[in-house]
């Protein structure tokens, strides 16, 4: 069982940056692919980012690629998203989720077994 809590949200201008964090339990941090995903108010959730467990494999969705960086410390059992050039449409709530790593499934694909409760990001125009 791994439980996570995200934390890192909240109000910033166009152009603003945040940096949102996602503290896991348990001691196999380093084991399971971290994700970022987001919601917007009448839109599906999408997956931002992506990391393996060593660090070395990460994906960026086309809207974030260039703009935000995911990383890891697994001493620290943290997972991070830094967030930079923020835009209104990246307002949305923020989730990180954690899975085991499916073996031949590309980051975006893969499952994710337990989930944080969000952080809510809003970017003003």
């Known amino acids: 069982q791994v439980q996570l809590v995200e934390s890192g949200g909240g109000l910033v201008q166009t152009g603003g940056s945040l940096r949102l964090s996602c503290a896991a339990s348990g001691r196999t941090f380093s084991r399971y692919v971290m994700g970022w995903f987001r919601q917007a108010p009448g839109k599906e959730r999408e997956v931002v980012a992506a990391i393996n467990g060593s660090g070395n494999r990460i994906y960026y969705a086309d809207s974030v690629n260039g703009r935000f960086t995911i990383s890891r410390v697994n001493a620290k059992n943290t997972v991070y998203l830094q967030m930079s050039s923020l835009k209104p449409e990246d307002t949305a709530l923020y989730y990180c989720?954690?899975?085991?790593?499916?073996?031949?499934?590309?980051?975006?694909?893969?499952?994710?077994?337990?989930w944080g409760q969000g952080t809510q990001v809003t970017v003003s125009s």
């Open positions: 989720a954690a899975g085991e790593s499916a073996a031949g499934r590309a980051l975006y694909q893969n499952p994710y077994d337990y």
